[in-house]
Nanobody, 123 residues
Framework: VQLQASGGGLVRAGGSLRLSCAVSGRTFSRNAMGWFRQAPGKEREFVAGISGSGASTDYADSVKGRFTISRDNAKNTVSLQMNTLKPEDTAAYYC?????????????????WGQGTQVTVSS
């Protein structure tokens, strides 16, 4: 199983980016997926999660109202639309997949991880 994240980059505060994660090697249409991020010197933290059907979503308080997670099960992809970006959103962003239908914010619930994609927000 491979998760390939893309879409990171450098953006000014207030700008937007869209991250995408493509899953190969297995279909995850019934499994929870999520996005996490890790800034230098900090622990990896939950950003957003989505259930297998897409009916349930969870967000960290710090990104609520600004970020939107979505999935396309036909394409085996999950996306993270990030609007009104702030310098504190700067981090490496990781997509993850779970063997469960719903996980929420539990990092331990995710088994498969992609490589990080760097998001840098300048002030």
């Amino acid at each position: 199983v491979q998760l390939q994240a893309s879409g990171g980059g450098l953006v000014r505060a207030g700008g937007s980016l869209r991250l995408s994660c493509a899953v190969s090697g297995r279909t995850f249409s019934r499994n929870a997926m999520g996005w996490f991020r890790q800034a230098p010197g900090k622990e990896r933290e939950f950003v957003a999660g989505i259930s297998g059907s897409g009916a349930s979503t969870d967000y960290a308080d710090s990104v609520k109202g600004r970020f939107t997670i979505s999935r396309d099960n036909a394409k085996n992809t999950v996306s993270l639309q990030m609007n009104t970006l702030k310098p504190e959103d700067t981090a490496a962003y990781y997509c993850a997949a779970s063997p469960l239908v719903y996980v929420g914010s539990r990092l331990s619930g995710y088994t498969y991880w992609g490589q990080g994609t760097q998001v840098t927000v300048s002030s």
